[in-house]
């Protein structure tokens, strides 16, 4: 892909973030001995989104055998990452949902939900699985790791009554999305071409995911989310501005 292409992708995503990431923060990322955490944290980003994806389904659009059925999908991704059970190269067959997902009666929203998040699944489970075999080309293990510090310092703004909460749970989704993508791009330029590739097939494939959270929001919500959207782009930037004892895919400024 060719770096008009990727700037046409990044225009949005970086209108849309209040902050660029800082070179300090590249400059760790560019060493060959944090790879590995990258990785490692890149994997279990995948997963995190997914289930993330997949809770707000369950919790506010889909009837109880519909919740079962999500549940049963991503079980053996989570089995691999939290049991250490399970062979990875199975999965790729393992990324189907077995059941049509049946929306609430009383929600205005589920269907939208479900078919927004159920391909937002689909595709972070796959690249899951493609992380596995970069990580298996590579000869990284993986190893159980402390999240960082992002998606909990923006979660614990979130409001207490709903629909509010689950409108601010999706732009916060938005920003984590739109976070990796621009972070894909900056890693991109500093790898080997298999990594490179890769980073920049995600962003390809990604680059759109903040924007149907953002849909999703402003059509649950009651008011204009626009303020929300900047309040949350407030703390987001503050977590990657500020010095962060923890390097991570997410993390702030390497302290």
Same mark, same amino acid.
């Given at each position: ?7 046409? /992708?990044?225009? #949005? ?18 060493? =060959?001995?944090? *790879?590995?955490? /990258? *990785?490692? @944290?890149? &994997? ?27 549940? +049963?999908?991503?079980? $053996? ?14 999965? =790729? ?9 049946? #929306? ?5 929203? !589920?269907?939208? *939900? ?10 972070? &489970? ?9 990580? @298996? ?15 909990? !310092? ?6 207490? %009554?709903? $629909? ?5 749970? /999706? ?12 972070? %894909? ?16 097939? *995600?962003?390809?494939? +990604? ?6 959270? &953002? ?15 900047? %309040? ?6 503050? &977590?990657?501005?500020?010095? @962060? ?5 997410? =993390? !702030?400024?390497?302290?």
């Amino acid at each position: 892909m060719n770096n008009s292409i990727i700037e046409e /992708l990044l225009a #949005p995503i970086n209108s849309f973030l209040q902050c660029e990431t800082p070179e300090l923060w590249i400059d760790e990322a560019k060493k =060959s001995e944090n *790879l590995q955490v /990258l *990785l490692v @944290d890149h &994997l279990v980003c995948e997963l995190k989104a997914a289930q993330s994806a997949m809770f707000l389904i369950r919790k506010y659009a889909v009837d109880k055998e519909s919740a079962a059925a999500l549940l +049963e999908w991503l079980k $053996p991704f989570e089995t691999l990452i939290y049991k250490r059970e399970g062979n990875w190269r199975e999965l =790729s067959d393992k990324n189907k949902l077995t059941k049509a997902m049946i #929306p609430k009666s009383n929600t205005a929203y !589920g269907q939208d *939900l479900i078919d927004k998040m159920v391909m937002l699944i689909k595709e972070e &489970l796959h690249h899951f699985y493609q992380v596995l075999e970069i990580m @298996d080309e590579y000869g990284v293990e993986y190893q159980s790791i402390t999240p960082c510090r992002y998606a909990k !310092g923006m979660l614990r703004h979130v409001k207490s %009554f709903e $629909p509010d909460a689950l409108v601010d749970k /999706l732009i916060i989704g938005a920003y984590i999305e739109a976070r990796s993508c621009e972070r %894909f791009a900056k890693i991109s330029q500093y790898v080997d071409k298999r990594l490179s590739d890769f980073y920049i097939s *995600l962003l390809r494939s +990604e680059a759109r995911h903040y924007q149907d959270y &953002l849909l999703l929001a402003q059509e649950i919500s009651k008011f204009d989310i626009t303020e929300r959207i900047k %309040f949350f782009g407030g703390i987001e930037a503050e &977590l990657i501005l500020s010095p @962060d004892k923890d390097f991570k895919f997410h =993390s !702030g400024i390497p302290s």
